[in-house]
């Protein structure tokens, strides 16, 4: 009966072991390392966007120049 228990806790012993070993320690590692990627460094400050404030004079659109164009015909905006 003990080499029966015995063969029991090495087999068992030797799948766990095994799937640990390739595949729960490299997602482990894989995981943190994604999450380190993910998490913003604490120097790199992000800018909020600022409502209402003026563009510069070449980066402003006229109002008569929409999506249809100057004349205002149905031109579509990209064409592939």
Request: hydrophobic content about 40%.
């Amino acid at each position: 009966m003990s080499f029966v228990l015995l063969t029991f806790v090495l087999t068992l012993t030797l799948v766990l072991g095994g799937y640990w070993g390739l595949v729960v320690c490299p997602e482990r590692q894989v995981s943190r390392r994604l999450r380190q990627r993910l998490r913003p460094h604490r120097r790199a400050v992000i800018a909020a966007p600022r409502f209402g404030c003026r563009t510069s004079p070449r980066h402003r659109r006229p109002a008569s120049q929409g999506m249809a164009g100057p004349s205002g015909e149905g031109r579509p905006a990209l064409v592939l």
